[in-house]
């Protein structure tokens, strides 16, 4: 089982970026999936999870949207007004096991498979 994100880049402030993570090997469309974000010096931390519902992190309330497409196994993280301080390695996760909470889908220890990460830069 693969995991390979992609779309990271260099925006401006309060530009948009789609993150992309395609997942090989294995049908994900029923379990838990989720993006997370590690910025230098920082521990990783939660971006936003699909499951049973949909979940975020307040920081990016409103101004991210996670969704996916089953038939292609991808997941994907629409980031609209992208801040500064959103810069970090995009890692997306998913697990085989349902969550039924959602500090579950918040803990990136409950997660099982990762991909390799791609790095979104926003400059000011």
């Known amino acids: 089982v693969q995991l390979q994100a992609s779309g990271g880049g260099l925006v401006q402030t309060g530009g948009s970026l789609r993150l992309s993570c395609t997942a090989n090997?294995?049908?994900?469309?029923?379990?838990?999936m989720g993006w997370f974000r590690q910025a230098p010096g920082k521990e990783r931390e939660f971006v936003a999870a699909?499951?049973?519902?949909?979940y975020y992190a307040d920081s990016v309330k409103g101004r991210f949207t996670i969704s996916r497409d089953n038939a292609k196994s991808i997941l994907y993280l629409q980031m609209n007004n992208l801040k500064p301080e959103d810069t970090a390695v995009y890692y997306c996760?998913?697990?085989?096991?349902?969550?039924?909470?959602?500090?579950?889908?918040?803990?990136?220890?409950?997660?099982?498979?990762w991909g390799q990460g791609t790095l979104v830069t926003v400059s000011s």
């Open positions: 699909d499951g049973r519902g949909t």
């Open positions: 996760a998913a697990d085989d096991r349902s969550f039924n909470t959602r500090s579950a889908y918040m803990s990136y220890e409950r997660y099982y498979y």
């Open positions: 090997g294995h049908s994900f469309s029923r379990s838990p």
